[in-house]
């Protein structure tokens, strides 16, 4: 078990992912997670009542109490955040951001001097402890801290280490990824429906298949070309639906999902500078 006290600055749905997954975990006891948000305290009530986590509002908290900030908040409220955390954090206090398009860069040029920072990206599927979550820490943040930001994201899910440079498109993979999966559900229920299925049994038969397909390419030596390939018989009825898939343009629309999420990702982060420029 994690012996460090963690506080959520932000309560939304992606910290709600987060703390509901690390609270089951057994990772971190309950009482050394703390949630706070602006000023909505019936969200607070209910996380407390929820998770049986700690909640405050954000200008309640004891700040000294505290080892590593989760900022959860929406990325335009991020100079905002920096501008208040600046004298409030100690150099060993570490600020782990989960915001989409927000450098470390971007926020150690807003803190003091060697502030300790690392950027993550987790998706929604914390809530089952199953995130895709992608760390990398910034240039003044110890190896301590990492392993410790690490084993908390172990809790909710498998972590990779990754170059900054690469954090626009895992967003664009993992942190968008699963609405990429609900859409194509979505679609596979509406067309059962139209057949006659009812919705109930057509989600089982969807995210059993999908699950399926997901345990295979993790715990079999063979790539999804391979795996697709053996689904295929010759003029059977897979050929037939790849090829539906491909006619109507199904791959490049994957691959278009990725890279506009990826873009708009890079996005964020002028505009957030623009945002900044224009209030000088
Ligand atoms: N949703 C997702 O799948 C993923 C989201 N992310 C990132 O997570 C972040 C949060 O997204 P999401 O959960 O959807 O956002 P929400 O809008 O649902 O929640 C934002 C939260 O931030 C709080 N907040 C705003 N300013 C402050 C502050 N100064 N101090 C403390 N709390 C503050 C708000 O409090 P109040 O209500 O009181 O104003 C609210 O609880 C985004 O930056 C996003 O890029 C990353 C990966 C995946
Ligand atoms: O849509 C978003 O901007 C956030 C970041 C990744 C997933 N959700």
Do not use: W
């Not at 609405?179 to 009812?198: C, K, P």
């Not at 397909?213 to 009825?237: H, I, Q, W």
């Amino acid at each position: 078990m994690i012996n460090k006290k963690i506080a959520f600055l932000g309560a939304g749905s992606m910290a709600e992912a987060m703390i509901s997954g690390m609270a089951e975990s057994g990772t971190i006891a309950k009482e050394n997670i703390i949630v706070t948000n602006r000023s909505n305290q019936d969200r607070l009530n209910s996380i407390h009542e929820k998770y049986g986590v700690r909640t405050v509002l954000k200008d309640e908290l004891d700040f000294s109490e505290v080892d590593q900030f989760i900022l959860a908040m929406k990325p335009k409220d991020i100079d905002a955040v920096l501008a208040d955390l600046k004298d409030k954090i100690q150099p060993n206090q570490v600020l782990v951001s989960v915001l989409a398009g927000i450098s470390t860069s971007y926020m150690e040029e807003r803190l003091n001097e060697n502030q300790q920072v690392i950027r993550v990206m987790p998706n929604t599927s914390s809530m089952l402890r199953e995130s895709a979550t992608a760390l990398c820490p910034g240039k003044y943040t110890d190896m301590e801290q990492v392993q410790v930001a690490k084993e908390l994201l172990r809790a909710i899910g498998e972590v990779f280490v990754i170059e900054e440079d690469k954090m626009d498109v895992f967003t664009g993979i993992a942190g968008s990824g699963p609405a990429y999966f609900y859409y194509l559900m979505e679609h596979i229920e509406e067309t059962g429906r139209a057949e006659g299925m009812d919705s109930e049994t057509l989600r089982e038969i969807g995210a059993q298949t999908l699950l399926g397909a997901a345990k295979m390419m993790l715990e079999r030596d063979e790539s999804p070309t391979e795996l697709r390939e053996n689904v295929t018989s010759p003029n059977g009825t897979t050929a037939a639906g790849l090829d539906a898939l491909n006619a109507n343009g199904g791959g490049r629309a994957i691959s278009e999902a990725v890279k506009g999420a990826a873009s708009r990702s890079k996005e964020l982060s002028k505009e957030i500078e623009g945002l900044l420029v224009g209030a000088k």
